[in-house]
């Protein structure tokens, strides 16, 4: 049964780990397959594979792959969602001209961010993001670097005063449409993937309705394995991914190691006859772990 994981993120965005530190960890859980999905980054994905070609050639025989991925940011009517693009062609130039907007449109969020911050009194946050980031910025950084200044005690106290939903901090995004998400990812050749669907703010119609639209913008696969969702979502989710023919996937959507609940490779075992993006990837491989 081949180990895999289909999400997890490195430091080139919110990720603790860098991409060879990721790949070390990810032999450590004797995983084989690895998805590297950053946020709206494929940067991370040639240093990983350089280092794992390195191990091939010092070693000789090497049980270990790596599948180009990405998880882009996008803005529908139900809010922003992340769609994950699996096997994907990491050099393709129209996804990387795409993403460097997107990447300029987080700086711009994190300036905005800031702004309204030292209205507040919070001042040096983007400062202190600057130190923290390699190269994609995230809310993740701008709520460590609340913390890190003394004006929260944990990063979930920082999102809930300050940029979570809920928080003082008010700034709109300027995401892509999940229409061009979806086409970039399939330009690319790879498999698109609307990620953990359950973790998205709405109520079980708006969550039908937004597959729905997944779907009928060309989305083909959804994330149905994953930390934190329990039996009866996966049940829910089950009949709603036969309703729009979709493919499932599995992933961590690991950030820090540490985590027992959110470790690489550590989601739950779908059901095998349950049409999966690893058959698509492997027609060979019907078995799944």
Known sequence: MMKFDFHCHSHFSDGQ?????????????????????????????????????KLTLSSGKFNFQLAAGVEISALTDFGEVHVVGLNIDSENQDLLLALKTQQGKRWQRAEKIDQQLGKLGVTGVLQECEKQV??????SHIA???????????????????IGKKGRIKVSKGWMSLEQAISLIHEAGGISILAHPTRYPLSNKKLSLLIENFKLAGGQAMEMAY??????????????????????????????????WSDLGRFPVLDGQIPHVIHQMFPENSLIG
């Not at 790949?23 to 995983?31: T, W």
């Not at 709603?240 to 690991?254: E, M, R, T, V």
Request: charged share 25%; net charge neutral.
């Open 17 to 53: 780990l860098s991409p060879v530190e990721l790949v070390d960890y990810a032999l450590e859980r004797e995983i084989e397959l690895l998805a590297l999905t950053d946020h709206d980054t494929v940067d991370g994905i040639a240093v990983a594979q350089k280092y794992i070609n």
């Open 134 to 139: 390699v190269q994609v910025i995230t809310r």
């Open 144 to 162: 460590k670097a609340i913390v890190s200044l003394g004006h929260a005690k944990d990063m979930q106290q920082a999102f809930k005063k300050y």
């Open 227 to 260: 930390p934190s969702l329990n039996k009866d979502k996966r049940d829910w989710l089950k009949i709603h991914l036969d309703k729009n023919q979709l493919l499932a996937s599995s992933g961590s959507d690991f950030h820090y190691s540490g985590l027992k």
